[in-house]
């Protein structure tokens, strides 16, 4: 370890079969105890990984007594030498699952209550107790992977604009109040009573008089503060990357932003990118083709309105919302076709808990067969016009929303996910993003 420290000599993560017959102390958290008759197993954790400790008395009986009294998430410290663990007791899931500590000594640091829920990721556990709890809800594998992550993308901005010249200069935090989408955090002055201090929402105005300074290139890690409503994409203080640059236009900062984008992809995640340069979309196409303006492009599935080729024929859902200056809107949903009354029932209830009144299908049968109530109220010619817009084949199912251009929009997004993940079409692995501009 090259930091060791007074309490420990290597860190839960370190030791493998190379470090046999050293003697080692590591401190950390009981992760786990068993008692198999006479021997107790610990599994010693910390946030570079867990080390399991075996206690035999007869190695250290006052070890082992310690060992029998400790419990999960007591902080300990442990002593002892490295050994092999028994053929087949090996753990391939370990980096460190090839050896195991022979304890000598054991000091417990600090005893632990029992804590209001387990440490692990396997569970499920109410947003508000783990928010009361934040100290044990970090101690979790996936949420000590995020605050690693996060050090991980900000130390690579900083690389990265680094390299190309950037220079990172802290902006003040109290500042005069300058409006902007949400009210101000306010501070109350001591020295000018009655006056206030402002936090800022962002360093706007600062760093453009960085820019009239002549810094021409700066960025920041910036805290910033808005007092407004809370949303899941909405907090009220946050960190964002603030850049700015002179003498540049448009294309220089959508250049250098996705350059940093996919340099922070491939230096901190495993994730590939499916499409580079990222596509540049105007926001009525996003609109029309995803329903959003963020739309998710690592399958296909476009939205496709058929207003004007609903107007035929006399379907009363799609003349209703038509005659409101609404819209009818569809989506292919690609070897659907047969699904069944029940599969698709369960997709219209949802369509009416995100807001539309249903939800119109038209199955494809293998042979080209249709099976949908346009049939009773348009022409053969009429439903293959539709059929033909959203470029329907053999086996698969059209899926329709009548209503206004909100509504269509918003509930046929939502499908389009649901619909991905029920047809695997993303894969976990991929990131696809884009330019959505005008």
């Not at 080729?309 to 292919?332: C, D, E, T």
């Amino acid at each position: 370890m090259a930091y060791a420290v007074h309490y420990r000599t290597h860190t839960c993560g370190d030791l493998n079969k190379d470090a046999i017959g050293q003697q080692v102390t590591l401190a950390g958290w009981v992760n786990r105890r068993r008692d198999h008759g006479g021997l107790v197993f610990l599994d010693i954790r910390d946030r570079y990984g867990i080390t399991q400790v075996i206690c035999d008395p007869e190695r250290s009986a006052e070890a082992h007594r310690v060992a029998s009294e400790v419990r999960s998430e007591y902080v300990v410290q442990v002593s002892g030498k490295v050994v092999p663990r028994l053929a087949g007791a090996e753990n391939p899931n370990l980096s460190t699952g090839a050896i195991e500590v022979a304890a000598e000594h054991i000091e417990i640091l600090s005893p632990s209550r029992t804590t209001p829920f387990p440490i692990r990721d396997d569970i499920q556990v109410d947003e508000s107790l783990r928010l009361k709890y934040r100290y044990l809800d970090l101690r979790r594998p996936s949420m000590r992977d995020n605050m690693i992550l996060r050090h991980r993308v900000v130390k690579a901005m900083r690389d990265y604009l680094d390299e190309r010249g950037f220079l990172e200069i802290e902006t003040p935090i109290l500042m005069k109040s300058t409006p902007e989408g949400a009210r101000d955090y306010l501070v109350p002055s001591r020295l000018y009573p009655g006056e206030f201090y402002a936090l800022p929402q962002s360093p706007q105005q600062l760093k453009q008089l960085l820019m009239v300074a002549g810094l021409d290139r700066y960025f920041q890690i910036a805290r910033c503060f808005r007092d407004e409503d809370q949303r899941s994409d909405r907090q009220p203080e946050f960190t964002q990357l603030d850049v700015e640059m002179s003498f540049v236009d448009e294309e220089d900062v959508m250049n250098l932003i996705e350059g940093l984008l996919i340099f922070l992809i491939e230096e901190t995640t495993q994730k590939r990118i499916k499409l580079v340069p990222f596509p540049r979309l105007s926001f009525s196409e996003v609109m029309d083709r995803y329903g959003t303006d963020h739309p998710d492009l690592r399958f296909d599935l476009p939205l496709v309105e058929i207003s004007d080729l609903a107007r035929a024929g006399n379907f009363g859902v799609f003349q209703s919302a038509l005659a409101a200056n609404g819209m009818v809107k569809g989506i292919r949903v690609p070897g659907a076709g047969g699904y069944s009354r029940k599969e698709i029932e369960e997709l219209t209830e949802f369509a009416r808990m995100l807001g539309a009144k249903g939800l119109v299908s038209l199955a494809i049968g293998p042979t080209g067969e249709v099976k949908s109530p346009l049939i009773k109220f348009m022409s053969r010619e009429e439903v293959q016009a539709i059929i033909d817009r959203l470029q329907g084949e053999p086996g698969d199912l059209l899926l329709f929303v009548a209503d206004s251009a909100k509504v269509c929009n918003d509930v046929l997004y939502r499908l389009r996910g649901k619909l991905a993940e029920r047809l695997n079409l993303i894969d976990p692995n991929e990131m696809a993003l884009c330019w959505v501009v005008d």
